[in-house]
């Protein structure tokens, strides 16, 4: 397709789950025809097509921000999102049209959602790699149909891609905060909103098709079978396909869930790359998911600022596979390699459907296996948290949180796959921390813009028993996280490793990785927004592993990769949820 010459886009990519709370407790037209006094209904007749509408202008301040009657601010209670201040999103220079994302306004007020009828047939979502040529016939034409819809059916796939934009780019505001954008990544809300957002698409697919029992593949990416671009999808006459994607990781490449656009491809054969991958599904769905928020993500309350902090596997190898798919030679990756048109690629909904499936295996293994903190928040403000989509009838529905905790309740279920990344455990390499006692002191703030940077972190305690392991999960804190938005940035942490160009890929020293692309300008100006974040490194299992747990201290080395980033400081919590 014709070059382009733009500034890059953001995405923030924390490759492990950035947690920040402790203990939880519950508790361009010229007619403006969204005016609040008019109703939908109206608008709805009033002959300017509502989904090229902005409802809201920037600093709107229709609705007060909630206060508790001295003046303040209120902090706290679950988000909630209307149509009314659905407004242009944030997005990179020179985008990619169509550059509106907010979804055609209603005739009525949103519906709540209930759930399906029990005796509905449980739809059965198997994995791309072996539901056969029939079936995948079945997603082409669904695809092939929600395309042929006009855009302003809020059913067709032009809407439905333009979901995931207006819930990503800032589009949406808090009701009650209008001042305040509403981004579902990097929080609690990224299993459960891209949950009910696969639903509505599963159920709209099935209506067009005409076939009630008719489920959603997945892209088993964790797997061996299923880690590589499915070829239904690189076929350029068929309706998956799409031509911004990158035209080197096609089939049979494998996939590499630690794929960054600017650090590149790996020098892996197969097979080291397929054990690869299954060592970084251990780290993100093990070791570093002992928790519910190191999974999930940090909670985001009404009144709060948006991308608190991001669970392990959204942001890793969730966005490593949203950039692996992505066109590399675009400056924003589109179209799955940024938040804006990521929805644009048929790839993007089985792609997801595994991360949902994968939420489900996260608490399937700790049934299984005892592991205490394998459970989802209880927190009403995550439970009564809302989103606004468009069901099978074209009716606009309100769901919640809570609505979406139960599959079976929701008429699915997930098969056809193992976990064989259950029993890829990384290992351990000798004699990689012989200079511990040589270092010089390191004063924080630090810039990493070059050489890698080793500190000494001090444990508050040593030889915790199994039972205080089991309560409390040691996490080492990498905060003050510092980029200026207008570049990729990436660095890696590693534990115990000095010599850190020893360890193999994937050896366990290797605990984590920080990477975040630049991030959309609020103005087109190419101006990037400034990132301000923290990242969290579960240390139980991995200092176990390292033979460790006596150390008072542990080192840690921060070694840059790309970019320029500041760190503010190091330290070692005590987590329990």
């Excluded at 333009?162 to 990544?185: F, K, R, W």
């Excluded at 709060?304 to 969730?318: I, R």
């Excluded at 690629?345 to 996260?362: G, K, M, S, T």
């Excluded at 990785?513 to 923290?534: R, Y």
Aim: charged share 20%; with cysteine.
């Amino acid at each position: 397709m014709a070059s382009r010459h733009r500034a890059p886009l953001v995405a923030c990519v924390f490759l492990i789950g950035a947690v920040a709370t402790v203990i939880y407790s519950p508790f361009p037209v010229s007619l403006n025809p969204c005016a609040y006094s008019l109703p939908r209904a109206l608008l709805s007749v009033s002959g300017v097509d509502p989904y090229i509408v902005s409802c809201a202008r920037d600093g709107d301040a229709a609705t007060a921000p909630l206060s508790d009657g001295s003046g303040h601010k209120t902090i706290g209670g679950p988000i909630v999102t209307s149509l009314h201040t659905c407004s242009k999103p944030k997005l990179p220079p020179h985008p990619l049209p169509p550059l509106y994302c907010c979804p055609p306004m209603s005739a009525s007020e949103p519906i709540n959602f209930t759930l399906p009828d029990p005796a509905e047939p449980l739809r059965v979502r198997r994995p791309v790699h072996a539901v056969g040529a029939e079936y995948m016939a079945k997603y082409e034409r669904a695809i092939a149909l929600m395309k042929a819809l006009p855009p302003t059916d809020p059913r067709s796939f032009y809407q439905t891609a333009n979901i995931h934009c207006a819930y990503c780019t800032g589009s949406y505001h808090q009701t009650g905060n209008p001042e305040l954008d509403v981004q579902i990544h990097f929080s609690w809300f990224f299993y459960p909103f891209h949950r009910a957002y696969l639903y509505f698409f599963e159920r709209i697919a099935a209506k067009l098709l005409g076939e009630p029992g008719f489920a959603l593949p997945f892209w088993s990416w964790d797997v061996p079978e299923g880690m590589q671009l499915p070829p239904e999808f690189a076929n350029s006459s068929s309706p998956l396909y799409d031509p911004v994607r990158n035209p080197r990781h096609v089939p049979p490449k494998i996939v590499d869930l630690e794929f960054v656009r600017e650090v590149g491809e790996n020098n892996f054969n197969d097979e080291q790359q397929i054990q690869q991958n299954l060592r970084v599904m251990y780290k993100q769905m093990i070791t570093n998911a002992a928790l519910p928020s190191l999974f999930h993500g940090q909670p985001f309350r009404a009144g709060e600022a948006d991308k608190p902090g991001a669970g392990a596997v959204e942001l890793f190898p969730h966005n490593t596979m949203h950039t692996w798919t992505g066109d590399v030679a675009e400056p924003n990756v589109e179209n799955m390699g940024v938040y804006y048109s990521a929805g644009r690629d048929p790839l993007f909904y089985p792609h997801h459907n595994n991360i949902d499936r994968l939420w489900v295996a996260w608490r399937d293994i700790g049934a299984s296996r005892g592991y205490r903190g394998h459970v989802d928040f209880t927190d009403p403000d995550w439970l009564d948290s809302s989103f606004l989509f468009y069901d099978e009838e074209a009716r606009l529905v309100r769901i919640t949180v809570r609505d979406v905790l139960d599959i079976e309740k929701l008429r699915y279920r997930f098969d056809g796959v193992d976990m064989p990344w259950l029993d890829a455990r990384p290992p351990a390499t000798p004699d990689v921390n012989s200079k511990r006692g040589l270092l010089e002191s390191v004063r924080f703030p630090v810039s990493l813009d070059g050489a890698a940077v080793t500190a000494e972190v001090r444990r508050p305690r040593v030889l915790r028993s199994r039972r205080e392991k089991d309560a409390q999960e040691e996490v080492l804190v990498v905060e003050g996280i510092e980029t200026d938005g207008t570049d990729m940035v990436k660095f890696d942490v590693y534990v115990n490793a000095m010599e850190h160009e020893k360890v193999e890929p994937g050896g366990r020293e290797m605990a984590e990785s920080f990477v975040c692309l630049s991030h959309p300008s609020m103005d087109g100006t190419g101006k990037g927004m400034a990132v301000k974040t923290s990242m969290r490194v579960a240390l139980n299992e991995l200092l176990e592993d390292l033979g460790a747990d006596g150390d008072e201290i542990v080192t840690v080395t921060l070694v840059p990769r790309h970019g320029k980033v500041k760190i503010g400081g190091l330290r070692i919590v005590y987590m329990a949820e």
